[in-house]
């Protein structure tokens, strides 16, 4: 597996989480250049694009998340990170981590499920 994500869990509303995406069998030079990116599926919807990380560290968000939802990355650590503050109802789903290089390479890991209750 080249991309490994945990921290999901079951949260009330308002609860935080911090998701994290490993990749261990990436070098360091074949990491750091790669755009980073958390997507979710919620139950019976497509998935969809929650942030983006590229590799001089600009951010994108969904609306739906800005100011509640962070992205991060430790190249050192292969390590992209997705805080996700205030949680609501509607964020939960299955969170995916994705990386793409400009040679093409897209990576998928294989899902970290985030449970929020009302």
């Known amino acids: 597996v080249q991309l490994q994500a945990s921290g999901g869990g079951l949260v009330q509303a308002g609860g935080s989480l911090r998701l994290s995406c490993k990749a261990p069998r990436m070098i360091f030079s074949t990491f750091s250049p790669m755009d980073m990116a958390w997507h979710r599926q919620a139950p019976g919807k497509e998935r969809e694009l929650v942030a983006v990380i590229n590799s001089d560290r600009r951010t994108m968000y969904v609306e739906s998340v800005k100011g509640r939802f962070t992205i991060s990355r430790d190249n050192s650590r292969k390590t992209v990170h997705l805080s996700l503050n205030n949680l609501e109802p509607e964020d939960t789903g299955v969170y995916y981590c994705?990386?793409?290089?400009?040679?093409?390479?897209?990576?998928w890991g294989q899902g970290t499920l985030v449970t929020v209750s009302s």
């Open positions: 994705n990386a793409r290089s400009v040679s093409g390479v897209d990576l």
